[in-house]
């Protein structure tokens, strides 16, 4: 999927890491006007922030002194308009990366896989969900509505239906829920989004959803 990106914000603790990911942005999206915030320099942005202004953001998880990019994320985002956030993480404690999956973030890498190719596809990936979910939340809500509350309970709702879907299967076959019996439910999930979503922007973005939900479910003990 092509994206058009104007602005991008950086905002990691590291110098030297923030500058390897300026220069990685700006190798792959040259058009971009590409922005760093010094967490250490600034400190907290202050509540007149526009956030609204960068279409993309990538986020640090460790921000020193206590902060992470979740705490900024949930700070800050304000309305559906806040940038497609991408979270960049070394973490690999599975209760984190649940925590990350639930948040609402648009999507998240692991620094022991990030390369070029990884970083344009969480990109294109971000902003496909946010554009679907702005989508979705103006066509089912006011402009009062909680946005945030809106996320969050569609992500519940579709995990909440996808584990029942999983618990139903498991009780026709006498056993506990495996590998194999969730990557089906997952699957038939995922081509049902197929069949009933002809806009393959919209698709993409349900389907960047669905396995947001679905490595959550993975890592659940049953």
């Not at 900024?72 to 404690?93: C, L, M, N, Q």
């Amino acid at each position: 999927m092509d994206t058009e990106v104007h602005k991008i914000l950086v905002v990691d603790d590291d110098k030297d890491y923030r500058k390897l990911l300026l220069v990685r942005l700006k190798h792959l999206f040259p058009n971009a006007d590409v922005k760093e915030y010094d967490i250490i320099k600034h400190g907290l942005p202050p509540a007149k922030f526009d956030w609204e202004k960068f279409d993309v953001l990538i986020l640090d998880y460790h921000l020193g002194k206590g902060e992470t990019g979740l705490d900024w994320f949930k700070r800050y985002k304000k309305s559906e308009y806040f940038p497609a956030t991408v979270i960049i993480t070394g973490v690999h404690d599975e209760n984190t990366v649940a925590l990350i999956l639930n948040s609402g973030v648009h999507y998240y890498l692991n620094k022991q896989h990030l390369n070029k190719n990884k970083m344009h596809e969480a990109i294109e990936k971000a902003l496909a969900v946010r554009a679907s979910l702005i989508a979705e939340y103006k066509n089912h809500y006011n402009q009062e509505y909680d946005f945030d509350a809106f996320l969050t309970g569609y992500l519940i709702r579709v995990k909440e239906r996808l584990i029942a879907d999983i618990l139903r299967d498991a009780k026709t076959t006498g056993c506990l829920p495996n590998e194999q019996l969730i990557d089906t439910v997952i699957a038939q999930e995922r081509q049902n989004i197929l069949k009933v979503i002809d806009d393959p922007t919209i698709q993409e973005a349900k389907i960047d959803l669905l396995e947001v939900v679905a490595e959550d479910i993975k890592n659940m003990s049953w």
